[in-house]
């Protein structure tokens, strides 16, 4: 679940529209194939006896709700989970039937750490973790492919221009302030 445009403000654009990374579904597969494996042993070894018929269709009810709640559920959650990147926030949307999302301005953020393990590097990706400026937990985005790409066009991001103050700071896409008394 991507944001769309009747989501974005006047003058937002989408940098990035990222989905997790494929080896989130490396366990899912397997254990497919491995319910297949199954069922088709249980059709080999059964299929002489009178009884062989029952034996396989009990082995194929049984591989059939393992893979519904184990195969079919983290495939679509993979297919509805979605980072969103605009030049304004960091999104995050999931959710198979109870849609959930999460946004961050871009002035808000504080920091981004990156998190990758041995498997992350070695299939280029990553996590990456984005605190802002609320009592709020940061933001997890897991499994970003690309991780190091993305971290950079963020920071090209956060701090692609100054607000314009002569406060001396330079916040990085803080929206103008109002000039007035002081």
């Known amino acids: 679940m991507a ?3 009747k989501q974005l403000a006047d003058g937002e654009k989408v940098i990035l529209s990222i989905r997790t990374h494929w080896k989130a579904l490396a366990e899912p597969v397997a254990l497919g194939i491995f319910l297949l494996a199954l069922l ?8 002489d006896l009178s009884y062989g018929n029952w034996v396989t269709l009990a082995v194929g009810v049984l591989a059939l709700g393992i893979a519904a709640w184990f195969v079919a559920i983290p495939i679509l959650r993979w297919l509805t989970e979605r980072y969103v990147i605009t030049n304004r926030r960091i999104s ?6 109870t849609k ?3 946004d961050i301005p871009l002035h808000r953020v504080n920091d ?3 998190e990758k393990n041995l498997i992350d590097r070695m299939l280029g990706c990553g ?5 802002d400026a609320t009592d709020k937990a940061g933001m997890l985005l897991h499994d970003v492919p690309g991780v190091e790409s993305v971290h950079v066009q963020l920071q090209n991001l956060l701090y692609s221009r100054d607000d314009g103050s002569d406060d001396g700071e330079w916040p990085p896409n803080e929206p103008p302030r109002a000039r007035g008394r002081a």
């Open 100 to 102: 959930v999302g999460r």
């Open 40 to 47: 088709w042993l249980a059709w080999w070894f059964t299929q």
């Open 127 to 131: 996590s990456l973790v984005v605190s």
């Open 92 to 97: 995050h949307r999931t959710g198979i039937l």
């Open 3 to 5: 944001l769309k445009d």
């Open 112 to 114: 981004i750490a990156i």
